[in-house]
């Protein structure tokens, strides 16, 4: 399988707008102030826009339609055809992994971001001695988030060229092999058949 610029091409853009919007979602995060309520004396929590509920859960989408079309393409380094052995085939089974385990985590910091960012508390009132607070996303999720799916581009485009690589390699050594035998028989029937005549 050789290398495709166009499969490169759409893989970097995804993950880099998934990038940017991660990194947009964590400087739009939801901030709250304490507001009086007008019909009685308790307050509530007034939360200023979720627009980076809607950026998280974007960059999450466009972070998995990057790695499922890297995945797609090499069958998940476990269905396709057999790689050729050497060093090419362990840095494929490296990147491989690497890629998972950035993407894997980005997924979850996005996720988890946008679904914390998304809770709302209302009412803040006294629960026994505990006073209940404005629920805020913690600063650095989306942050996260965005150098995991930068970690997850690269060792994915890594996987990739590592993976055509290999499995190219290993075309290329049986082709010529088949190649060789095919043009010995052929030669060989051919002497035969004259020394017939």
């Known amino acids: 399988m050789a290398m495709s610029i166009s499969i490169l091409a759409i893989v970097t853009s ?19 102030k304490v507001v009086p309520d007008q019909y ?10 979720d627009a980076s509920t809607v950026y998280g859960l974007s960059a999450f989408g466009l972070l998995l339609l ?14 396709g055809k057999g ?6 085939k362990v840095i494929t089974v490296i990147f491989f992994t690497l890629s998972w385990a950035g993407f894997l985590a980005a997924e979850a910091c996005l996720l988890a971001g946008s679904a914390r960012n998304a809770y709302h508390t209302k009412y803040r009132g006294w629960f026994g001695a505990q006073a209940l607070s404005c629920a805020t996303l913690r600063k650095g999720v989306f942050s996260a988030g965005a150098a995991l799916t930068l970690i997850s581009m690269i060792s994915s485009i890594l996987y990739y ?21 095919t043009s010995t028989f052929q030669e060989e029937q051919e002497r035969k058949d004259f020394e017939k005549v």
Do not use: P
């Open 14 to 32: 995804l993950s880099l707008i998934a990038f940017v919007l991660a990194i947009g979602a964590e400087s739009r995060r939801s901030n709250s």
């Open 40 to 49: 009685d004396e308790r307050t509530y929590c007034k939360y200023t826009s």
């Open 66 to 79: 990057s790695h499922a079309l890297v995945n797609s393409v090499t069958r998940c380094l476990c269905f």
């Open 83 to 88: 790689l050729m052995d050497g060093s090419m």
């Open 161 to 181: 060229w590592a993976h055509s690589k290999a499995d190219t390699g290993g075309w290329q050594k049986h082709r010529n092999e088949g190649l060789g035998m």
